[in-house]
């Protein structure tokens, strides 16, 4: 943060700037993930493969995903850069809240994959701590005391 505020960067433009930085690699490796996805599916249908390995890799999935799993896929990547960005900040202000942050993390994680929360909503409760961890993220950027 030092390095930031010394060129010259306000604590709003840092802010905007990883959380923007955290949703374009969210989409970056959503995007990815699909193309490859084409890719092996394509090389599974050429080669003739999706025949020998449909029981196993194929079985009722789509080439394809639906958006709903793209959502929810997306949500969890920013999701875990937001957790990880937290972490990385309290430690910043000091080594035991950097432990909370992390507890933190883990208990979040904990919640949002878990086979109930899955199978009854679970893009809410994604969404849900996503506001939370970008409302502690600003608050805590607005208030951060800079080392010299």
Do not use: C
Request: glycine share 6%.
């Amino acid at each position: 943060m030092n390095h930031y505020l010394s060129t010259g960067l306000t604590r709003r433009i840092y802010f905007r700037s990883v959380l923007f930085s955290g949703i374009l690699v969210t989409v970056v490796i959503v995007i990815f993930t699909t193309l490859l996805s084409f890719l092996i599916h394509g090389v599974l249908l050429a080669t003739g493969w999706d025949q020998l390995y449909s029981d196993r890799i194929i079985e009722n999935q789509s080439m394809f995903p639906s958006i709903v799993e793209s959502l929810t896929y997306s949500a969890s990547i920013l999701l875990f850069f937001l957790i990880g960005w937290s972490i990385s900040f309290g430690f910043y202000k000091h080594w035991v809240q950097g432990a909370l942050y992390i507890a933190l993390g883990v208990a979040i994680t904990m919640i949002t994959s878990h086979p109930l929360f899955e199978s009854i909503l679970p893009i809410y409760f994604t969404l849900f701590f996503i506001g939370f961890y970008v409302f502690l993220l600003h608050r805590g950027t607005r208030t951060l005391d800079v080392r010299p």
